[in-house]
């Protein structure tokens, strides 16, 4: 047994059925399993996954006020190379070359840092760290379009 299968916390549903062949939850288990990862008086490492989606809902408001009072094609330009290029760029150079998989060093700590602060932080490092070496670890296994479902409504596994 690989050692991500040793510290994945096993999803109520299980992962297999009782003939050992993967196990495909229902909408309604994985949305019961999305709410339970998030509840932070069951378990305290849920705080992480809790804390993230909490920034990622203060900040949908700014988003309708953007679309229904501030909504400019100028604005909408910037958001688009915003979003797609810097974020973008951000997400494969910071969290998946530097923090998953340790792909290069920096030399001065302020490029570091730099690289680390360029967008506004919403997603913890270690949610996308972990998540990603369960990518790497179980995209090629039976059963991945349902687990991608599952991230889908999970967005990231807690441990
Ligand atoms: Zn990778």
Not at 30 to 46: A, G, M, Q, T, Y
Request: charged letters at 15%; glycine letters at 4%.
């Amino acid at each position: 047994m690989a050692f991500i299968d040793e510290i994945l916390e096993k999803p109520s549903y299980g992962w297999t059925d009782e003939k050992g062949n993967f196990y495909k939850p229902s909408p309604k288990e994985l949305i019961k399993e999305f709410f339970s990862r998030l509840n932070v008086f069951k378990n305290k490492k849920n705080w992480l996954a809790f804390t993230s989606w909490v920034s990622i809902l203060i900040l949908f408001p700014f988003f309708l006020l953007f679309i229904f009072k501030y909504f400019t094609w100028k604005l909408l330009i910037v958001t688009f190379i915003y979003s797609m290029i810097v974020m973008g760029s951000h997400g494969t150079v910071w969290y998946h070359r530097y923090c998953t998989h340790g792909a290069y060093q920096f030399r001065n700590p302020f490029w570091r840092w730099l690289t680390q602060n360029l967008v506004l932080k919403i997603i913890p490092e270690e949610i996308y760290v972990v998540s990603h070496h369960v990518h790497h670890a179980k995209s090629d296994t039976p059963g991945i379009r349902t687990m991608l479902t599952v991230v889908f409504y999970i967005a990231f596994l807690p441990m």
